[in-house]
């Protein structure tokens, strides 16, 4: 079972945080550049996403409706049932990070990467991810507002405004700017994606710090930490299976219902912390805490999970299989 090295980077950060937490002018120069990687980071979204990808998609309407009703409507829902566990096994400000994590949108990368591996239908994986992402931009803050209220992390029309400008702004210009800086963005994918690393980390140092000189650590035991493992493990379990066995029940085929399940079962990390920071505020490191340890749950399960599949489509009768992942490619009317 993996351990993602970014976790390992983001957790030296939180301890970086702790001993050294960035206090008056560094604070404010720190919590600057913090708001212009956001920016930037968002920006790049847009200069990668190509239109004509998204729109060759959109023929594959019914998966791609499938993942998005996990993830921003059966997530949500689990997210909201989870309140009855406030106070035995989580306090009220791990329970808002807990509902906030169920708002974020889908992954892509790590979608994509156990779909292959199971062999399942890797174009409806790319496509689905990338329209999750997309829809998050809008619908996470819109959920966030109407589900957390003012107790989460004083959402207000100033908060959605906060949000349209530091994401949804740079995430529409990268999408008009395509046209002359796509190829530059594509020829330069390994060093961008570092910039996507480092932005995220500055994002995470910045919430954490301010966490630790306010000290909200303090409301945090051993105790309450273990609750959320717990609770996060039956969610994600729980999500697994109704993806898997729902998209089953809905008709799709062995190969699309591998898509559904990796691809509607996942929260973006990458997504998940800027749109906290800008959020939450002063309470943030709380709030992207639940999301972070998901993150790593999420990869371990799904790790074993999709050599799993890849196995059982070793075993499977060759007149049993659908058409290999890489074929269907070929077939522009199933490239969604």
Known sequence: MPVDPYIVLLLATVGLAALVPARGTVADTVSGASTAAIAFLFFLYGARLSTR??????????????????????????????????????????????????????????????????????????????????????????????????????????????????????????????????????????????????????????????????????????????????????????????TWYGARALGFGREDRIAIQFAGSKKSLASGLPMASVLFGAQASLAVLPLMLFHQMQLMVCAVIAKRRARDDDATPPQEQGPHPSDRGRDPARAG
């Not at 959605?160 to 796509?182: D, S």
């Not at 301010?210 to 996060?232: F, P, Y």
Request: proline share 3%.
């Open 53 to 242: 990808e998204a729109l060759d998609g959109l023929r594959h309407w019914r998966l791609h409706g499938t993942v998005l009703l996990c993830t921003f409507v059966v997530f949500p829902l689990l997210g909201l049932a989870a309140r009855g566990l406030v106070p035995v096994l989580l306090t009220h400000s791990l329970y808002t990070g807990l509902l906030f994590l169920t708002l974020v949108p889908s992954t892509i990368q790590s979608s994509i990467a156990f779909t292959s591996i199971a062999r399942g239908n890797v174009p409806a994986a790319i496509c689905a991810g990338s329209f999750s992402s997309l829809a998050g931009i809008v619908v996470t803050p819109l959920l966030a507002a109407a589900l957390l209220g003012g107790s989460g992390g004083g959402f207000s029309v100033d908060s959605l405004v906060r949000i349209v400008a530091q994401l949804l702004v740079p995430f529409m210009a990268g999408q008009v700017l395509r046209r002359w800086i796509g190829g530059f963005v594509t020829r330069h994918k390994k060093v961008l994606g570092l910039v996507d690393r480092g932005s995220i980390l500055l994002v995470v140092y910045t919430a954490f710090s301010e966490g630790m000189v306010r000290g909200i650590w303090h409301q945090v035991s051993l105790v309450r930490l273990a609750g959320l493992l717990g609770v996060e493990a039956v969610l994600l379990a729980v999500m697994l299976a109704s």
